[in-house]
């Protein structure tokens, strides 16, 4: 066998260690190709401590590195943004990560490389190299959980962009006051937003928002599964929801459509695999985009719930 060095195609058969990291646990896997993921274990994450933090990621090397190299690189999908310009985490709810500068800081610690993305970040590099966007061109990925989130990619590679907000299609003052469905006019409410506007679609288009409306529109607590088999049902009251919900999350979309000419846009987060919602907002997208897309635009990801890791997989082996 010949001697590897570090040139590209070694760098890429090697392993990657891989780190999914939410508000509540570390999920900690190995990588021996990019978009392929040996899962480990799920550990609690210790969100207020920096080096409780250190301590629960070295345990988890430790615990299944000792086969690999001890230069292997970490790669890591962290809720919030990561800063291209200082690496800081911005607008998390790890206060643990409040103004660090998670890679570099953490890859001075452990001794070896360390790559962090935002998680709707890595879910798209994941749908872009190995999923049910793989080898198209522009990819745009987009979060429908709790809130809303996304990510671009194109050619293979991550945009980044200015300040590293890149594919936040869910924030600015985006949502209509009013909304005319089968000849009647409803009032849509414009809500203050965790990033300091009022009026995102964050604060509607994802779960707790399709929550919100229905709660608006009927003065009913009503969890979003309920509202999507109702719906489904035919439930007029879930049925004025969603329609509402479809309408106010396809015009953003849309217009995201229109500037930037993706491809696929792959959608992960929870209601990424509600029945039939996805179908119908491709619909509803396609309908209102000034390209004609013969094919399905909008579709379930095919790691809609694991994005994070199987990206961290392909980020790990960016140049
Ligand atoms: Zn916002």
Known sequence: MSVETSTAGSASAAAVFCADIGGSFI???????????????KVPMPTASWPGFVVAVQGLIARYGNAFPPDTPLAIATAGLVSPQTGELLSTNIPAFTGRALAAELSWQLGRRVTAANDADCFTLAEAHAGHAQGLPIVAGVILGTGVGGGLVINGQLVRGHGGVTGEWGHGAIVRTELTLEGHTYAIPRRPCACGQTGCLDTLGGARGMERLHRHFHRRDSTSRQIVAGWRRGQPEAALTIAA?????????ALLVNILGPSKIVVGGGLASADGLIAALDKRVRAGVLHRYPDLLVIAGKFAHNGGLVGASVLGRLA
Request: zero cysteines; a negative charge.
């Open 27 to 41: 999920k900690f896997g190995v990588s021996r190709h990019a978009g392929e993921v040996e899962e480990g274990e």
């Open 245 to 253: 919900w479809l309408r106010l999350v396809a015009e953003p979309l």
